[in-house]
């Protein structure tokens, strides 16, 4: 596509999509809704297709829902994920499409094998299926899933017809690493002894199992003490990592390091192993999935930067580690079906910067016409209300239209072109 059509398309993307935000689809999902639905199992990964009954009408198109991390200490099922206290099933169905979801084959950082998940679920069940005709297919993920979502929009263009990511990894997942493991060296600097019998959470090299069992009953009940007990350090701490918070919420100080620390806990050993395909050896300097690597970082904002400089744990990260990283995790910003990207601000678990450094990706891969970026002005991790999520997918969906409808068009304009040339 040459300059000139790459702006025809953008403003037509850009004009529709807000036209398509200020009149974004008004049905509700009620808490009931009626639907025919199917389940089973493709390589190891459980999934579900649901198709709208009367009173709704369903309009052919299918929703392909890529749910977000779930901890690994955890069996594999179908999401149940809810927005606003609807499940997330009904929200799609009340909108009058049908709704597909899938467990994966594993929980945990499972995102290249995600990805295959979904093709197989839209090549087996959706685009062979015998019982029902489907038309268009759109993809929709949050958190992990936003970045599933996204690799998989890049790879199957084919399969998809558009795509939508809330506060996804999109970004840069190497980048993503390290701030998880930045937070958890950092904080293990400021809160050394919190517990007698296990002085540290872990570390960026492995987690112990009696800090994952438990975490709900001993590690928060310990992390807030100190936190309240040692505001010092609190302050030191928020502003050597520069996380996100709530200015008008004071409470948010807690959700936030709580909320990035139950990441650190319960991902870093699925992470080096999924990475270095083998299992974590608590105590070794080095592991073969070690992604984190703060070898070179200089940390400040402390009372005393040197010393903390000095003092904190650094990490090395493997070789083989970020090989597997950038061959499976990162996205390239190639795309060739519009993708519309929303994320909080302030979020604290998957930075809004994922957001803009993919718009680069975008703009250097020639793709920017058809990546929309919408920014949310708020605290918190996928903290986004019904209507916002309903406007982002209306404009996916209105930008899927416009390039259905260029894409008509331009073979007659070069008809025509060819047609009256001199």
């Not at 309240?228 to 050597?240: F, K, M």
């Not at 239209?401 to 040339?421: E, G, H, K, W």
């Amino acid at each position: 596509m040459n300059t000139r059509m790459h702006r025809i398309a953008s403003n037509l993307l850009l004009a529709g999509c807000a036209a398509a935000i200020a009149l974004c689809a008004a049905a509700d999902a009620s808490a009931q809704v009626p639907a025919n639905c199917r389940e089973g199992e493709l390589n190891g990964a459980q999934w579900r297709v649901c198709v709208p009954q009367e009173p709704i009408q369903w309009n052919h198109d299918v929703v392909v829902y890529a749910h977000g991390y779930v901890s690994p200490t955890l069996p594999v099922a179908l999401p149940d994920d809810e927005l606003g206290e609807l499940p997330v099933q009904d929200i799609v169905l009340s909108m009058g499409y049908a709704y597909a979801t899938t467990s994966y084959r594993a929980n945990g950082l499972v995102v290249p094998q995600a990805v295959e998940d979904l093709a197989d679920l839209v090549r087996e069940e959706i685009r062979n299926s015998r019982e029902f005709r489907f038309d268009r297919v759109f993809l929709v993920g949050v958190s992990e899933g936003g970045l599933i979502a996204t690799l998989a929009l890049e790879k199957y263009p084919d399969l998809f017809t558009g795509g939508l990511s809330a506060c996804g990894p999109i970004g840069d997942f190497r980048r993503q690493i390290n701030y998880f493991g930045d937070f958890l060296v950092v904080f293990n600097y400021f809160f050394p002894n919190m517990l007698a019998e296990s002085p540290l959470l872990g570390t960026p090299l492995g987690i112990p199992r009696s800090t994952m069992e438990n975490w709900e009953s001993k590690f928060v009940p310990a992390i807030l003490a100190a936190l309240e007990q040692n505001p010092s350090a609190t302050r030191q701490l928020l502003r050597v990592t520069r996380v996100p918070l709530d200015p008008a919420d004071p409470e948010s100080v807690q959700e936030t390091i709580l909320g990035i620390l139950w990441y650190c806990v319960f991902s870093t050993n699925n992470a080096i192993e999924v990475l270095g395909g083998r299992a974590v050896q608590i105590g070794q300097p080095g592991q073969p999935g070690q992604a984190f690597d703060n070898t070179r970082k200089w940390y400040s904002g402390s009372d005393n930067d040197f010393k903390m400089n000095v003092l904190i744990q650094r990490v090395a990260a493997s070789s083989a580690a970020l090989a597997r990283i950038e061959a499976g995790y990162q996205a390239s910003g190639r795309i060739t079906r519009p993708l519309i990207t929303i994320h909080t601000t302030g979020d604290p678990v998957v930075p809004f910067w994922h957001q803009i450094t993919y718009g680069w990706k975008a703009i250097q891969s020639a793709s920017a016409s058809l990546h929309l970026g919408i920014p949310v002005f708020r605290y918190g991790h996928v903290n986004l209300t019904l209507h916002e999520l309903k406007a982002a997918f209306s404009a996916m969906v209105f930008a899927a239209d416009a390039q259905n409808l260029f894409m008509q068009i331009v073979p007659t304009l070069r008809i025509l072109i060819t047609d009256y040339s001199f």
